[in-house]
C-alpha cells in the first residue's frame, strides 16, 4: 500500500473512499446537496478514476438525516430514524452517480436496503465483477441495518472487496492529538497504529467501524477533501491527511 510515501508511484489497485453527507453539504446556502460541491467531488473522483484505480464509494447520508438526531430532535424511533438515515444515503448516492455519469464515468449505485428501481441489490460478487469492468460502485444503504453507520459500511465493503486502503475524506486534514479548533498547539499525525489511536482515544472512526479495520488490517487514511486535488494526492500516496495502519 502506497498511500501514503510521498513521491512513490502509486501501487493502489483498489479503494474505498467514504464521503460523509456532510461534504456535500453547503455550509454557507445550507442547501444539502450543493451543486457545486456535488461537481467538484465528482471531479476528484474521475481524476482518480481516470488513473485505472478502482474505486468503491461509500456514501453518508447525515446531510440529511441521522439516526440518532431523528431520536433526539423529533422523538422517531431509532430503528424508525436509521432507516431513514439509509433512505437519505441512497439519495446522496443517486446524487454521486449523476454527476458522474455526465462526465462519462461508468457507474453503479449497489443498495443494502432492496431497491430495484433505483439501484443493484448488494451483491458482493456483482460488486467486484463491476469493479473488474472498471465501474465506480457507490454503495448505498449502509449496512442495510439498524445501529450501525456509513463509517461501518466503508469498512465492510472494503474488506469484502479487498480494497488496499480506506480513504476517509473529511473536512479537517488529518488526525490530531487535540481538537485543533480549540487547541492552536495541537499536533497533527502523519501516521499512527491503530493501537496508538485506541490508547490516545483519538476519534478515527466509530468504535464498530474502527475495530473492524483493526481485525482486518485495513488501513485508513484521514484526509481534507477540499484541498486542491485532495483525492488524488491521497492515491498517489503524497504527504496528505493521517495515515492509520
Ligand atoms: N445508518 C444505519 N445503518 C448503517 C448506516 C447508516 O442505521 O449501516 C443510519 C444512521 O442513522 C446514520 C445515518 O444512517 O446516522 C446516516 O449515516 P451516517 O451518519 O454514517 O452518515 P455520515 O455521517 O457519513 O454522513
Known amino acids: 500500500m502506497q498511500a501514503s510515501s510521498e513521491g512513490s508511484e502509486t501501487r493502489v489497485k483498489r479503494i474505498v473512499l467514504k ?3 456532510e461534504v456535500l453539504r453547503c455550509s454557507k446556502s445550507g442547501e444539502t446537496i450543493d451543486g457545486t460541491i456535488l461537481h467538484d467531488v465528482c471531479k476528484q473522483v474521475k481524476s482518480v478514476y481516470d488513473l485505472g484505480i478502482e474505486i468503491g464509494l461509500v456514501v453518508g447520508g447525515g446531510n440529511i438525516f441521522r439516526g440518532l438526531s431523528g431520536v433526539e430532535k423529533r422523538g422517531v424511533a431509532r430503528t424508525t430514524g436509521d432507516y431513514m438515515g439509509m433512505m437519505a444515503t441512497v439519495i446522496n448516492g443517486m ?28 451483491i458482493l460478487r456483482r460488486a467486484t465483477r463491476h469493479l473488474e469492468k472498471k465501474r465506480v460502485v457507490i454503495f448505498v444503504g449502509g449496512t442495510g441495518n439498524p445501529y450501525f453507520s456509513t463509517d461501518t459500511t466503508a469498512a465492510l465493503r472494503a474488506s469484502e472487496i479487498g480494497a488496499e486502503v480506506i480513504l476517509k475524506a473529511t473536512k479537517v486534514d488529518g488526525i490530531y492529538d487535540k481538537d485543533p479548533v480549540k487547541h492552536p498547539d495541537a499536533v497533527k499525525f502523519d501516521k499512527i497504529s491503530f493501537a496508538e489511536a485506541l490508547k490516545l482515544r483519538l476519534k478515527v472512526m466509530d468504535a ?15 484526509f481534507n477533501m477540499n484541498q486542491e486535488g485532495g483525492i488524488k494526492q491521497a492515491v498517489l500516496g503524497k504527504k496528505i491527511g493521517t495515515l492509520v495502519s
Open 19 to 21: 464521503l460523509s453527507g
Open 95 to 122: 446524487a454521486l452517480m449523476d454527476c458522474l455519469e455526465k462526465m462519462e464515468v461508468p457507474v453503479r449505485v449497489l443498495s443494502a436496503i432492496e431497491m430495484n428501481k433505483v439501484a443493484e441489490p448488494y
Open 208 to 222: 464498530t467501524a474502527f475495530a473492524l479495520c483493526q481485525d482486518n488490517k485495513m488501513p485508513i487514511l484521514v
